[in-house]
T-cell receptor
Framework: DILMTQSPLFLPVTPGEPASISCRSN???????????LEWYLQKPGQSPQLLIY???SRASGVPDRFSGSGSGTDFTLKISRVEAEDVGVYYC?????????FGRGTKLEIK | QVQLVESGGGVVQPGGSLRLSCEAS????????MHWVRQAPGKGLEWVAF??????????ADSVKGRFTISRDNSKNVLYLQMNSLTSDDTAIYYC??????FGSGLDSWGQGALVTVSS
């Protein structure tokens, strides 16, 4: 199974400041088609997860452009350019390249 | 708009069975691969199972293989998860999720979840 490692696990951020979450896999997520199969999800308190980013850097429909994804191979990053109060929750990376799909442990973003 | 509504959760004794349903609406259900993902209390997300859009292929996590079965009825727009030989480790919220238009496009819609509690 592909192991996904996120850091940090806890991220306190001041509103208006940027935030960054790292996700590393123990196998390359680069498909032979040239795309990296890495997704980011946000689970807000008391809600179901929602898709933020797919194929490493493509924003899902309706996701604000302050969210961006980058990276390739085994090293990926989710960045929030200016954190807002509504961004609190747990962020998960997930690889859909290989069955079983595997998630990172999650990064809890909190507002300072 | 897309809606996924899970049902069938509840309290069941160890060794018991339960069948979850996920009613889909607002999109062409028969055109999309579907997944089940679960979340134990206070824990992270765990992928459980996946079924191709036409139902020809199913995949299950090792933790549930041989005990759980994913299936679908495209004529009724319903996804199922049959869960047998349940243990306390299966206690979780179970979410159904829809894959986007193609492989790698993400799980773009999720249900509200169904709580399964395995306890004597």
């Amino acid at each position: 199974d592909i192991l996904m490692t996120q850091s940090p696990l806890f991220l306190p951020v001041t509103p208006g400041e940027p935030a960054s979450i790292s996700c590393r896999s123990n196998q390359s997520l680069l498909h032979k088609n040239g795309y990296d199969y890495l997704e980011w999800y946000l689970q807000k308190p008391g809600q179901s997860p929602q898709l933020l980013i797919y194929l490493s850097s493509s924003r899902a429909s309706g996701v604000p452009d302050r969210f961006s994804g980058s990276g390739s191979g085994t090293d990926f990053t989710l960045k929030i350019s200016r954190v807002e109060a509504e961004d609190v929750g747990v962020y998960y990376c997930m690889q859909p390249l290989q069955i079983p799909y595997t998630f990172g442990r999650g990064t809890k973003l909190e507002i300072k | 708009q897309v809606q996924l509504v899970e049902s069938g959760g509840g309290v069941v004794q160890p060794g018991g069975s339960l069948r979850l349903s996920c009613e889909a609406s607002g999109f062409s259900f028969s055109s999309h691969d579907m997944h089940w993902v679960r979340q134990a209390p206070g824990k992270g997300l765990e992928w459980v199972a996946f079924i191709r859009y036409e139902g020809s292929q199913q995949y299950h996590a090792d933790s549930v293989k041989g005990r759980f079965t994913i299936s679908r009825d495209n004529s009724k727009n319903v996804l199922y998860l049959q869960m047998n030989s349940l243990t306390s480790d299966d206690t979780a919220i179970y979410y159904c999720a829809k894959l986007g238009r193609s492989f790698g496009s993400g799980l773009d819609s999720w249900g509200q979840g169904a709580l399964v509690t395995v306890s004597s």
